[in-house]
C-alpha cells in the first residue's frame, strides 16, 4: 500500500468514527459552536429496552430524539445536540401510546465543553388504578340539600396519572356528567340539576385511567322541602257580611255591616311556614298586634272605641319569611264605650 493511500485512510477513519457517535440528523450541525452526545442504556421495568423506543430530550427552544437500537457494549440510545450549553433539558420516554418520565435521570444539564455523558434511563410502567374517589360533598346521609346540587370528591392515583372522572345516578346506573383530564390529588364536582323536592337521593364516582378504574362507596343525601314562597291565607271571619251586631253578638241578616257598641275581630290566618304575627287596623291607624292566636289559626282583637258612622277594618298577616295577605270590611258602627261595662 502506498503512502497515498495510507494518508487518505487516515484522514476517512476520523470521520467515520465521529459518524457514529453523532446522529445523522446532527452531522449537518457539525460546524456549530459545540456537539454533545447523550449516550446510555434505556431500561424498561428494570429490563433493557427493546429496539425502537423513542426518547426525547426537551429544551425551552427545541427537542432532539432517538430511537433505540440494540443494545452494545452498555449503549441503545445516542441523543445528539447542539448550542444548548448552560441549559437543561427534559427526558421523555414515548412508549405503550403515552409519555413515561424516568423514574432517576429526568433531566440533564449540559455544561461548557462537555461533549458526552452517559445516562441510564429507566422507566416503570407497572399499572395501579387510582385510588377509590373519597370525601364526598354532600357529605354520606346530608339533608336539606337544594334540588340543583354541586357533588364533589377527591380523587388520587398512585401512579399520577390522568383521570376521567365519572359522576353516577346509583338508582338508575345513569351518568350524571363527567370530567376528562384530571390530575392527581383533584377535588372535582359536577352539578346535578333539576332534582326533586324533598327525594332521597344515591350516587356514587368510577375514576378512570384509561387502562384501569376504581369505584366509590354509595353516598345518599335527601333534597330539601319545597320553599313555595306563598303569602298567608287570611279570613275576616268576625264581623261577617251583611249582619247586625249589638255589644259583640250577630242577631241578624242587615243590608250592610252594622255594629252597635265594641264587637271582637277576629281572622283565621294560616301559612305552612308559620305566622310570625297579626296586626289590626282601623281607618289605616294600627290598633293591635298579636303573635300568637287566641285558638287553632284565630286571631282576634277586641275593638271597643268611641266610634260611628262608616270606618273600615283591616288585618294584615306575616309569616316568618316576610311574606303578608291582607283582608279589609268597611262597617257602620255607633259605639260609646261609657254607656256600658268596658271589657278588659
Not at 432517576?104 to 399499572?127: A, C, K, P, R
Not at 377527591?154 to 351518568?175: G, I, K, Q, R, S
Request: contains cysteine; hydrophobic residues 35%; proline residues 6%.
Amino acid at each position: 500500500m502506498d503512502k497515498r493511500n495510507i494518508h487518505v485512510i487516515l484522514f476517512i477513519m476520523p470521520l467515520i468514527l465521529l459518524s457514529i457517535t453523532i446522529p445523522t440528523t446532527l452531522q449537518s450541525t457539525a460546524h456549530d459552536k459545540l456537539l454533545c452526545a447523550i449516550k446510555g442504556t434505556l431500561y424498561i421495568n428494570d429490563e433493557i429496552a427493546p429496539e425502537g423506543i423513542r426518547i426525547d430530550l426537551v429544551f425551552s427552544d427545541d427537542t432532539f430524539n432517538s430511537t433505540t437500537f440494540e443494545w452494545e457494549d452498555g449503549f441503545n440510545y445516542n441523543i445528539g445536540i447542539a448550542n444548548h450549553e448552560g441549559q437543561t433539558g427534559l427526558f421523555y420516554v414515548f412508549y405503550l401510546g403515552q409519555y413515561f418520565i424516568p423514574v432517576n435521570n429526568q433531566s440533564i444539564f449540559i455544561e461548557s465543553g462537555v461533549v458526552f455523558y452517559h445516562m441510564d434511563l429507566h422507566i416503570d410502567t407497572t399499572n395501579n388504578p387510582p385510588d377509590k374517589p373519597r370525601d364526598p360533598d354532600p357529605a354520606n346521609n346530608s339533608e336539606n340539600i337544594n334540588v340543583n346540587p354541586t357533588l364533589s370528591v377527591l380523587v388520587t392515583d398512585p401512579d399520577n396519572d390522568v383521570m376521567t372522572v365519572y359522576f353516577y345516578d346509583n338508582t338508575t346506573h345513569t351518568e350524571i356528567d363527567h370530567v376528562v383530564n384530571v390530575p392527581n390529588g383533584t377535588r372535582i364536582n359536577v352539578t346535578w340539576e333539576n332534582l326533586d323536592y324533598n327525594t332521597s337521593y344515591e350516587w356514587y364516582v368510577v375514576a378512570n385511567e384509561s387502562l384501569l378504574e376504581n369505584t366509590s362507596d354509595v353516598w345518599t343525601f335527601t333534597t330539601e322541602k319545597e320553599d313555595s314562597n306563598e303569602p298567608p291565607t287570611i279570613e275576616l271571619i268576625k264581623p261577617e257580611s251583611k249582619r247586625f251586631y249589638f255589644r259583640n253578638r250577630s242577631l241578624f241578616r242587615f243590608p250592610v255591616i252594622l255594629i252597635i257598641g265594641y264587637i271582637d275581630i277576629k281572622v283565621n290566618v294560616s301559612d305552612s311556614k308559620g305566622i310570625e304575627k297579626v296586626e289590626f287596623y282601623i281607618d289605616g291607624n294600627l290598633k293591635n298586634t298579636r303573635t300568637e292566636s287566641n285558638e287553632a289559626e284565630v286571631y282576634s282583637w277586641m275593638w271597643n272605641e268611641r266610634r260611628v258612622f262608616r270606618h273600615t277594618i283591616s288585618v294584615i298577616a306575616y309569616d316568618t319569611d316576610g311574606n303578608t295577605a291582607t283582608t279589609t270590611k268597611s262597617v257602620f258602627i255607633f259605639n260609646f264605650p261609657l254607656l256600658h261595662p268596658l271589657r278588659p
